[in-house]
């Protein structure tokens, strides 16, 4: 698995990459993982927006993190 932290998620909302939705092809196209790998979200850093994220695994505390602002942590 490649894990992403849920800090560097925050940095693409920051950024304005990301405004609701977070998928694999999103992650591929801003070089945080590859096509073939499997995603991991990590719960590394604050996430401060309500996403909808849909990757292969979730750390408990990511997934809690995720679902406390309202958003869902979609396992693929």
């Not at 849920?6 to 998928?23: A, I, M």
């Not at 591929?28 to 993982?33: C, D, G, I, P, W």
Request: charged share 30%; net charge positive; glycine share 10%.
């Amino acid at each position: 698995y490649t894990g992403i932290n849920l800090g560097k998620l925050q940095e693409l909302v920051d950024k304005g990459v990301v405004t609701d939705t977070v998928n694999l092809d999103i992650l591929v196209e801003n070089r945080l993982a590859k096509k073939s790998d499997l995603v991991k979200i990590l719960g590394g850093g604050e996430l401060k927006t309500k996403l909808k994220i849909s990757v292969h695994k979730f750390t408990a505390s990511a997934k809690e993190a995720v679902e406390k602002l309202g958003g869902e942590a979609i396992t693929l």
